[in-house]
């Protein structure tokens, strides 16, 4: 089955930038999109088809794609962006949908 | 207010079966496709499966985890999403979310999710 590798942990400091990256051998086919989740909360989109950011959603925030891997980057992190990031996609058809393991971005 | 609100979590032994809901307002729910998306315990996000709207059918696609066992189905009439899970095991305990997909074109994404309702599969 299809997977999306995230790794587990990140730690920054404030102020600093976070880069999450997300390797997929579908990538290039497929868009990607990731999630905001904090304890005992749903997930939150903060991006779409890879680099599009909602509205609502600072613009620490971006999304980039290069091959096989895309990358969450927050720029000028704060406190408030602790939590878990989720990438998601879908497989080379399109049909089946996947998240990656997640990983915890922990602002020291 | 874009709302969507699950139902119907609980306690269900090995083998049995539960239905959950998802109910829909602030939105044209007819409109989009609605999927499924479960958190185990401690885990991470992990897809369940889909149904199109009414302009393709209706259509469903599964998870490998899941297909023969669950169902999705929707009720655009009253705005909701349904879940019938059967033949449960203890690896279905989570959390299982209903979540839009976003109606922009060549777009998957999951832009309004509900809380979450919870069903442990235990005996």
């Known amino acids: 089955s299809y997977e999306l590798t995230q790794p587990p942990s990140v730690s920054v400091s404030p102020g600093q930038t976070a880069r999450i990256t997300c390797s997929g051998d579908a990538l290039p086919k497929q868009y990607a999109y990731w999630y905001q989740q904090k304890p005992g909360q749903a997930p939150v989109l903060v991006i779409y088809?890879?680099?599009e950011r909602p509205s609502g959603i600072p613009e620490r925030f971006s999304g980039s794609s290069s091959g096989t891997t895309v990358t969450l980057t927050i720029s000028g992190v704060q406190a408030e962006d602790e939590a878990d990031y989720y990438c998601?996609?879908?497989?080379?058809?399109?049909?089946?949908?996947?998240f990656g393991g997640g990983t915890k971005l922990t602002v020291l | 207010e874009v709302q969507l609100v699950e139902s119907g979590g609980g306690l269900v032994q090995p083998g049995g079966s539960l239905r959950l809901s998802c109910a829909a307002s602030g939105f044209t729910f007819s409109d989009h496709y609605m999927d499924w998306v479960r958190q185990a315990p401690g885990k991470g996000l992990e897809w369940v499966g889909r149904?199109?709207?009414?302009?393709?059918?209706?259509?469903?696609e599964y998870a490998a985890s899941v297909k023969g066992r669950f169902t999705i189905s929707r009720d655009d009439s009253k705005n909701s999403l349904y879940l019938q899970m059967n033949s449960l095991k203890t690896e279905d305990t989570a959390v299982y979310y209903c979540a839009r997909v976003s109606i922009m074109i060549n777009s998957d994404a999951f832009d309004i999710w509900g809380q979450g309702t919870m069903v442990t599969v235990s005996s």
């Open positions: 088809k890879d680099s």
């Open positions: 998601q996609s879908a497989d080379s058809s399109g049909t089946y949908k996947v």
């Open positions: 149904t199109r709207n009414k302009a393709n059918s209706y259509t469903t």
